[in-house]
């Protein structure tokens, strides 16, 4: 009878260690991190957390035969129209050399635009989406600036890789 009683002892103590340790918190959140291979090279990426950006790294050359979508986040909101104007964050890096060329997150505000008036593969990246959506879009050069854009070293043939968090349908 003590062995018996001793074990259920045992046992119970084991019980409430778990207990409290899978109850304890950990300030560190769960970053889940996704990665493609291109045509060459390939891409990680870090969704954006709270007051962190999103972070791309590129194994470079990166590039794309295609414009390819990735949801990492489905939202809960409306779906984006092809002719809506959204307020969203984004991060685009250069699929050539890995090099960001621009950032809403970097300038501290998310951007508006109607999705007319950017270029095709990022407008695919969002179109049919929900709002609260964050999606990742590797833009083959038939969808990005055929011509390049050298004021921000794009240049023609490169594949664009973007973070595009989907804040709003502003109209």
């Not at 291109?38 to 794309?64: F, L, R």
Request: contains cysteine; charged residues 15%; negative net charge.
């Amino acid at each position: 009878m003590r062995l018996y009683r001793g074990l259920c002892a045992a046992f119970a103590s084991l019980f409430l260690v778990t207990v409290v340790a899978a109850c304890g918190s950990d300030d560190t959140p769960a970053v889940d991190t996704w990665e493609s291979k291109g045509a060459t090279g390939s891409i990680s990426v870090t969704p954006p957390s709270g007051d962190t950006a999103p972070k791309i790294s590129v194994s470079t050359p990166y590039s794309v035969t295609e414009t390819q979508v990735h949801v990492l986040t489905e939202g809960s909101g409306a779906v984006v129209a092809d002719t809506a104007e959204v307020r969203v964050n984004y991060l685009g890096v250069n699929g050539r050399d890995g090099q960001e060329f621009d950032s809403s997150y970097g300038r501290g505000t998310p951007a508006e635009f109607p999705l007319n008036g950017v270029i095709p593969g990022f407008s695919k990246a969002i179109a049919g989406q929900k709002v609260g959506s964050t999606v990742v879009v590797s833009i083959a050069p038939a969808d990005g600036y055929t011509s390049g854009q050298p004021s921000a070293g794009i240049q023609a043939g490169d594949t664009l890789v973007f973070v595009i968090e989907i804040l709003d349908v502003v109209s």
